[in-house]
């Protein structure tokens, strides 16, 4: 483990991209220690049986390279992969909008156990003519069995996989290939729809089967496929709308001079959040963002003016900038409240509370 972050570690890189170790796959360990003690398993088998787990998981983790590395070749880059006890999930950077390349990099992974486990059928088939492992004994012990299990575990990933629903690879095959038709947004409501019809299939399959873990991967998918379409409206939205769109034409133009009463004033009256800070001359000198005001009144410091407690950060922004751009660019900046100019001429403000009201307004 060479260092922490958040709640993984992380454990190396390749190809630029590092892999790292949620917290909770700790517990996956403890658990296949535990069955190894309680199973009758011999010594040689025990210790067979845990190689298998993080093979089976190494495995994962190449599946996962699989996602990255063909999305690297459309220009999208992958900030990490992380491992946890249900799985591994390569982090994309962002998703491509053309259907086509959504489709490789869904397929890259379950493609990478295809191979493995047809390589692994080759070599097994011509020297011992035997593909199918002797699941009754568990014989992980046995080198060659061991081989099979590996084989079959890989077809399994690459099958379980393509089932149809978010967040599976199959999910995502579907909706790409929709998505060439009718366009992403529809594409991901039909898909998520299928994913969610699969997911109560083993809910209920698993509840009469007294099947526990089939049942909660049901309902992580099932809360997954509403998760996604939901994404996708607001990323639609985001590609498709303009600042101009949402900007406020009518809002306060605060002075150096003015203390923070009237600023608690209009935050609740007029019900604006963050607020735009201008000179004697006119021009902007600062912002108020939320955050100062709600610790001012925290505080009690109201007769403090804004000319001793305001942000200097600015952003400026066209009309015709789509809304997503503006997003990444106060994300960067670290404000609140940007101006909106057109031919040098101030014309409107846009905050993150109109950007938060109008992407709860449409995505309902």
């Known amino acids: 483990m060479t260092s922490r972050i958040g709640n993984s570690w992380q454990i190396g890189a390749f190809w630029g991209i590092p892999v790292k170790v949620h917290w909770t796959f700790g517990l996956l360990i403890m658990f296949v220690s535990y069955t190894a003690l309680t199973n009758g398993f011999k010594l040689w088998q025990g210790i067979g049986f845990m190689l298998y787990v993080f093979v089976l998981f190494f495995c994962v983790i190449l599946h996962e390279y699989g996602h990255a590395l063909s999305a690297r070749k459309f220009g999208v880059a992958t900030k990490d992969i992380i491992l946890s006890p249900i799985g591994g999930i390569a982090r994309l950077e962002n998703m491509p909008d053309k259907p086509i390349q959504e489709f490789f990099i869904a397929i890259a992974g379950p493609f990478v156990n295809l191979v493995i486990g047809s390589i692994l059928a080759l070599v097994l088939y011509f020297s011992t003519g035997i593909l199918k492992p002797e699941f009754a004994y568990a014989r992980f012990d046995d080198p060659v069995e061991f081989a099979r299990y590996v084989l079959w575990i890989n077809f399994a990933l690459f099958l379980f996989n393509l089932i149809p629903a978010f967040p599976m690879d199959g999910g995502r095959i579907l909706r790409s290939l929709l998505a060439a038709k009718i366009g992403k947004v529809r594409a991901t409501k039909i898909a998520s729809n299928i994913g969610r019809l699969i997911a109560i299939g083993f809910v209920i399959y698993g509840v009469f089967n007294q099947q526990l873990t089939l049942s909660l991967i049901g309902l992580f998918i099932f809360m ?67 955050l100062f005001i709600k610790d001012t009144i925290k505080n009690n410091t109201q007769d403090k003016s804004v000319n001793q407690m305001m942000s200097q950060k600015l952003a400026n922004v066209s009309p015709d900038d789509l809304l997503m751009e503006v997003i990444e660019l106060m994300r960067n900046e670290g404000v609140a409240i940007v101006s909106v100019t057109e031919n040098d001429q101030l014309v409107g403000v846009l905050d993150r509370n109109n950007i938060e009201s109008y992407l709860r307004l449409k995505a309902e």
């Not at 923070?260 to 902007?284: A, C, P, Q, W």
């Open 224 to 290: 997954m496929a509403g998760k996604e379409y939901d994404q996708t409206k607001v990323m639609a939205l985001l590609k498709n709308t303009k600042v101009g769109d949402i900007m406020r034409t009518s809002f306060t133009r605060l002075h150096l001079s003015d203390n923070y009463t009237t600023v608690i004033e209009k935050y609740y009256r007029e019900g604006e959040h963050n607020f735009l800070i201008f000179d004697s001359m006119g021009n902007i000198s600062g912002s108020i963002p939320e």
